[in-house]
């Protein structure tokens, strides 16, 4: 009796332990406070991350001869550049910039033996970091938008001098460089560049150039089938609680907001806006880390959904920074005037106000390209310097790219379609050319 009275009593005691176990586990509740500014851990991804040296990129690479450019935007080639520069480290950089005078700075840029790597807006010496190594712990906080290398100006013993160009402002910084080898450089980039793409130059004002691909160029026109993303993807990244947004459905798209933030989505022009008015009250701080905040804050939610590349930054006004990543397909970069073609951030005191970006991504081509061959680059400065709505000192740069246009009779289908285009108060326009009787030569 004794024994069963025993297993009697421990069998009770395990009943109620487990009775007690369930009851906590079904009325447990996490202590979460929701009412915090502070953004919940949520693991969004909408696409895949980028490395900022994916994104920060040279625009092209001229090499500069007697009176002959050559250059390349081809992304292999530039690759293959930037790959050699990871190996340089950059110390003893002048900490004040040398302003030159202008009948010294053109010869200085553009003569024999020089190699230019530029960028598509002036970047904070700092981002260059991501490119080139740097022994110096700090580093000016001056911006440039090139690098010269002068490979016939150094002699054996010498330790090699890197410029760091604000093309402008007229203004370089110069630097030591080790584990560059100039002969190297001659033989693997200069010397052969001549296989390369033959550059002129087109004057907007005087003594600034941008050069361009002198010969008529030959592209693809293609039809691309794109994918929609789920919005509700971009509500879960950037609502710092999902669950109190609420989503109002409109004409063209929907509205989410939670009476802080507010994002709209229009499906007509697969176009995404979200604003943030929660940002503090006190003055706005320049952050030359915007360019790199830009790139985390995309990484964040994955949201790099196409082959996206810096395209420029400025300070919009004293309240706020604007950046700006640019769709590139191929080679090539991709404009639209309704802006669907790039992420753009504003930023203010190291916090997103606003954030505008395409929720499409393009599939696989679903034709056969056609070849489209562009006018050269002589008519491009006729048509520029014809222009009265255009003041040519105005222009930032002037490329070959694609215009992205919408198939009206199918949908989900967009076009790229070859152009000149040219970059005038930070928004891309093409190049529209007359008929060919009218410029007196073919298209």
Do not use: C
């Not at 509740?29 to 895949?48: A, G, M």
């Not at 950037?238 to 499906?267: A, H, I």
């Not at 830009?294 to 919009?316: L, P």
């Amino acid at each position: 009796m004794k024994y069963e009275n025993l297993k009697s009593l421990i069998l009770t005691i395990l009943v109620l332990t487990s009775l007690v176990l369930s009851w906590n586990l079904w009325t447990f509740q996490p202590s979460l406070d929701y009412t915090s500014n502070e953004k919940l851990l949520r693991n969004v991804e909408i696409s895949k991350t980028e490395e900022p040296e994916n994104i920060i990129r040279p625009s092209k690479i001229l090499y500069h001869f007697d009176g002959v450019h050559y250059g390349t935007i081809e992304n292999q080639e530039i690759l293959r550049f930037t790959k050699e520069m990871k190996k340089w480290s950059l110390f003893d950089i002048d900490p004040t910039s040398t302003l030159i005078e202008e009948e010294e700075f053109i010869p200085f840029m553009h003569d024999y033996g020089k190699i230019e790597v530029i960028f598509p807006d002036d970047i904070p010496l700092e981002t260059l970091r991501y490119l080139i190594g740097f022994t110096d712990e700090e580093v000016p906080n001056g911006t440039v938008d090139r690098l010269l290398i002068d490979i016939n100006n150094q002699g054996e013993k010498s330790t090699p001098v890197l410029h760091l160009v604000n093309y402008e402002d007229r203004r370089m910084y110069k630097a030591k460089v080790n584990n560059i080898s100039l002969s190297t450089l001659k033989e693997k980039f200069y010397t052969p560049s001549v296989i390369y793409n033959e550059y002129v130059s087109i004057a907007v004002e005087e003594d600034r150039y941008i050069f361009v691909p002198k010969a008529p160029a030959e592209m693809p026109r293609m039809n691309f089938l794109t994918d929609s993303i789920n919005p509700d993807e971009f509500r879960d990244a950037l609502f710092n609680d999902p669950s109190v947004v609420t989503k109002d459905q409109m004409n063209v798209g929907e509205v989410y907001t939670d009476s802080e933030r507010f994002m709209s989505v229009d499906r007509t022009y697969t176009q995404l806006q979200y604003v943030n008015t929660v940002l503090p009250n006190e003055a706005n701080s320049p952050d030359f880390n915007v360019i790199e905040r830009g790139i985390d804050f995309v990484n964040e939610h994955s949201g790099w959904t196409d082959k996206f590349q810096f395209s420029r930054w400025n300070v919009s006004d004293a309240d706020y920074e604007r950046v700006v990543f640019q769709l590139h397909v191929g080679n090539y970069p991709v404009m639209n005037r309704d802006g669907l073609t790039e992420i753009n951030q504003v930023w203010r005191n190291n916090e997103v106000y606003s954030y505008s970006r395409p929720i499409y991504q393009l599939g696989p081509p679903i034709n056969d390209p056609q070849t489209t061959i562009l006018p050269p680059a002589s008519q491009v400065e006729r048509e520029l310097n014809a222009l009265k709505n255009l003041d040519m000192s105005t222009v930032q740069d002037i490329r070959v790219g694609y215009e992205l246009k919408r198939e009206m009779d199918y949908q989900g289908v967009f076009i790229l379609e070859p152009v000149w285009m040219y970059l005038d108060n930070n928004s891309w326009s093409k190049v529209i050319f007359k008929e060919k009787d009218e410029l007196g030569g073919g298209m």
